[in-house]
């Protein structure tokens, strides 16, 4: 099973309709996509990206799937709207998922750096509810991949000592072949004194 089925896998059974979620990296939309089916009407899913082609490309996907009423698109830098989400969306949010990088077939150099991931990894530790999932999902291929997915690693340690539950998905270097990681993390604590 590819990692982005697995995606989907653990927000199929943890999503529920009338919940809100973040796609902190819409690229194509698939997963916002799949998180805004999820929700339905009732719920909300906040979807980001740097690039307006993305978020362009999105809207089409989402209109073309009936879905995107309960999709607010966001064109920036998922560190700082994150950041400005905190200041009322603390605990609210059920999934948030990063799928870093870059957009496929499209200008590589627009990708994902580990200062601007770690930021918006903060202000998602403050954005998720108790027992709210966040998946990042972290390409070790291209330049500057594995150092980010090494960042994401070390933070991810460094939230689970701090009593979040952390998993990951590792598959085996296949030759030539460097897959992706995906990280998943649960907030499992209802009044965790250190967020
Ligand atoms: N999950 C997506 C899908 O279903 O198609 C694919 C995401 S793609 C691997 C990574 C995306 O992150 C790209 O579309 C890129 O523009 C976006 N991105 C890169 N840096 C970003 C940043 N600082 N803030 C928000 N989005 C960013």
Redesign the pocket.
Known sequence: MRL?EHVHTYLSKHLQPGDHAI??????????AHMASLVGSKGLVIA????KE?IDVTRKRLENLQCLRQVQLLT????E?LQSLCSTNTQTISAI?F??????G?DKS????PE??LR?LEASQQLLKPNGLLLVTA?RGHKGGQDEADTVARWMQQIENSGWLINSNDPAVNGDNIPPILFVARRFLANNPKI
């Open positions: 982005i796609d902190a990296t819409t690229g194509n939309g698939y997963d916002t980001i990206d740097i690039q993305a920036g830098d998922h560190s709207v998922t799928n870093l990088g870059y957009l496929p499209s627009i990708r994902t750096t601007t991931t918006a390409y």
